[in-house]
């Protein structure tokens, strides 16, 4: 699976947009990019995955370059519950299912 | 909403003694995963597990890990004789299929400490 570099921490102010970079330049063909986010240690949640196209759903957007190299999630009216960790992995997809290589994440704080 | 459940929530064990984890997956899904979590690093794969058998395992899933689905319901996780490094926060998860649409569900962890 290709190798995801996200920044260590971003802060966000309330009610505000909060856009998580995501690169994965060496990302191929049949790799989709999800998203997941975990907040104070509790078991990771999913958000919102891809191919190629942008992708929104009721928790947040995704907004896929063109060449495919990098991506941001958008998280449009951040609240103070959005702080956690967001991690971009990238994933080929096997019939049998696939394991979640996890990085480090990007550690948003949303202050008042 | 449908959620996968584990059971303790929290463990404590000495060195040496036998673990069981145990897990309830989301009740229609067929593909189940062990994750770790050593405190301060990040979530680490274990073994997947489909069709009542180990789709794949990482290096961390040695001789001293086993996963069993003893019934429709439950899947556990057994650590033979637990070391001080075991000590972690160990997710189940489970998934409804294993293409794209299908993404992965975590229960809340258990934590094992080992003294």
């Known amino acids: 699976d290709a190798k995801t570099t996200q920044p260590p921490s971003m802060d966000c102010a309330e009610g505000r947009a909060a856009n998580l970079p995501c690169n994965h330049s060496?990302?191929?063909?049949?790799?989709?990019v999800y998203w997941y986010r975990q907040i104070h240690s509790q078991g990771p949640q999913y958000i919102i995955h891809?191919?190629?196209n942008n992708e929104t759903n009721e928790m947040a957007s995704l907004i896929i370059t063109e060449d495919r190299k990098s991506s941001t999630l958008i998280l449009p009216h951040a609240t103070l519950r959005d702080t956690a960790v967001y991690y971009c992995?990238?994933?080929?997809?096997?019939?049998?299912?696939?394991?979640?290589?996890f990085g480090q994440g990007t550690e948003l704080s949303v202050k008042p | 909403e449908p959620e996968v459940t584990q059971t303790p929530s929290h463990q404590v064990t000495q060195m040496g003694q036998e673990v069981i984890l145990r897990c309830v997956p989301i009740?229609?899904?067929?593909?189940f995963y062990w994750y770790r979590q050593i405190l301060g690093q990040k979530v680490e794969f274990l073994v997947s597990?489909?069709?009542?058998?180990?789709?794949?395992k990482s290096e961390i899933f040695d001789d001293q890990f086993s996963v069993e689905r003893p019934d429709g319901s439950n899947f556990t996780l057994k650590i033979r004789s637990t070391k001080l490094e075991d000590s972690a926060m160990y997710f189940c998860?489970?998934?409804?299929?294993?293409?794209?649409?299908?993404?992965?569900?975590f229960g809340p962890g258990t934590r094992l400490t080992v003294t």
């Open positions: 998860a489970s998934s409804e299929a294993g293409g794209h649409s299908y993404e992965q569900y």
């Open positions: 992995i990238v994933r080929v997809l096997y019939n049998q299912g696939g394991k979640l290589i």
């Open positions: 009740s229609n899904h067929l593909y």
């Open positions: 891809g191919l190629k």
């Open positions: 597990f489909y069709n009542n058998e180990i789709s794949e």
């Open positions: 060496t990302i191929s063909g049949n790799e989709y």
